[in-house]
């Protein structure tokens, strides 16, 4: 359960679907936006071409070329980065084409073939291949981020008056920064983060995993 508000419907929603738990993340308001701070780079350049498939020497300068591309916007060139080469290919006088994995160039016409064969249910050995883009992508992952371990103590929550299933109900209402790893709770509850709720229903239990994550089950009972 992620975003703001998405804690807020995350038990009802598990119940009607019959999960077995709910997993509210630590920063869960700001989720995304870190998600794209650690997600790693990402690069790709691509190019037709209309070559031959067995033209292999035009080929290997083609995709150097957009490796260099690739390798140029990152901001170290040397270092961290992994190339992926694919192409797109088809059966010469073909409308459409299928992309399979650019290497190893000496196999890449039987791979077509496979894959024209699963897509379409036949496959033309004797027919001409023509490879119409090729294209690079290059990945270099993020480092991972520390999470940082939370404080012994366990601190003592507020309590409130919230409507729930239509009836008025006193309900416990705690600060994520006081529950310690492995600290447990139970519903009805309000957790209170830094730009993000989570609704703890009755019947349902919550304990504070160690990666700071809130999980949540709903009780035996």
Same mark, same amino acid.
């Given at each position: 359960?992620?975003?703001?508000?998405?804690?807020?419907?995350?038990?009802?929603?598990? *119940?009607?679907?019959?999960?077995?738990?709910?997993?509210?993340?630590?920063?869960? @308001?700001?989720?995304?936006?870190? *998600?794209?701070?650690?997600?790693?780079?990402?690069?790709?350049?691509?190019? $037709?071409?209309?070559?031959?498939?067995?033209?292999? !020497?035009?080929?290997? /300068?083609?995709?150097?070329? =957009?490796? +260099?591309? &690739?390798? #140029? @916007?990152?901001?170290?060139?040397?270092?961290? &980065? +992994?190339?992926? +080469?694919? #192409?797109?290919?088809?059966?010469?006088?073909?409308?459409?084409?299928? $992309?399979?994995?650019?290497? !190893?160039?000496?196999?890449?016409?039987? +791979?077509?073939?496979?894959?024209?064969?699963?897509?379409? *249910?036949?496959?033309?050995?004797?027919?001409?291949?023509? &490879?119409?883009?090729?294209?690079?992508?290059?990945?270099?992952?993020?480092?991972?981020?520390?999470?940082?371990?939370?404080?012994?103590? /366990? *601190?003592?929550?507020?309590?409130?008056?919230?409507?729930?299933? @239509?009836?008025?109900? $006193?309900?416990?209402?705690?600060?994520?920064?006081?529950?310690?790893?492995?600290?447990?709770?139970? @519903?009805?509850?309000?957790?209170?983060?830094?730009? #993000?709720?989570?609704?703890?229903?009755? /019947?349902?239990?919550?304990?504070?995993?160690?990666?700071?994550? =809130?999980?949540?089950?709903? $009780?035996? /009972?």
């Amino acid at each position: 359960a992620f975003g703001g508000a998405g804690g807020l419907h995350a038990c009802a929603l598990a *119940g009607a679907l019959r999960a077995g738990a709910v997993v509210w993340p630590r920063h869960a @308001g700001v989720l995304c936006a870190l *998600g794209a701070l650690t997600g790693g780079e990402r690069r790709e350049a691509s190019r $037709s071409v209309l070559l031959s498939a067995d033209d292999a !020497p035009a080929l290997e /300068r083609a995709f150097r070329a =957009l490796e +260099r591309r &690739v390798r #140029a @916007g990152f901001d170290d060139q040397s270092r961290g &980065v +992994r190339l992926e +080469r694919h #192409a797109e290919l088809r059966y010469r006088g073909q409308a459409h084409a299928l $992309s399979v994995a650019g290497a !190893p160039l000496a196999t890449l016409a039987g +791979r077509f073939h496979r894959a024209h064969e699963r897509r379409f *249910g036949f496959a033309d050995g004797a027919r001409a291949i023509e &490879v119409v883009t090729l294209d690079v992508r290059g990945e270099r992952a993020a480092g991972t981020p520390s999470v940082a371990a939370r404080g012994p103590r /366990r *601190g003592v929550p507020a309590r409130t008056i919230v409507r729930a299933d @239509g009836h008025p109900r $006193s309900a416990a209402v705690w600060r994520r920064d006081a529950l310690a790893t492995g600290a447990s709770l139970s @519903g009805p509850a309000i957790v209170l983060d830094e730009g #993000a709720t989570f609704w703890l229903p009755a /019947r349902w239990r919550a304990r504070v995993h160690p990666d700071g994550a =809130l999980v949540a089950t709903r $009780s035996a /009972r």
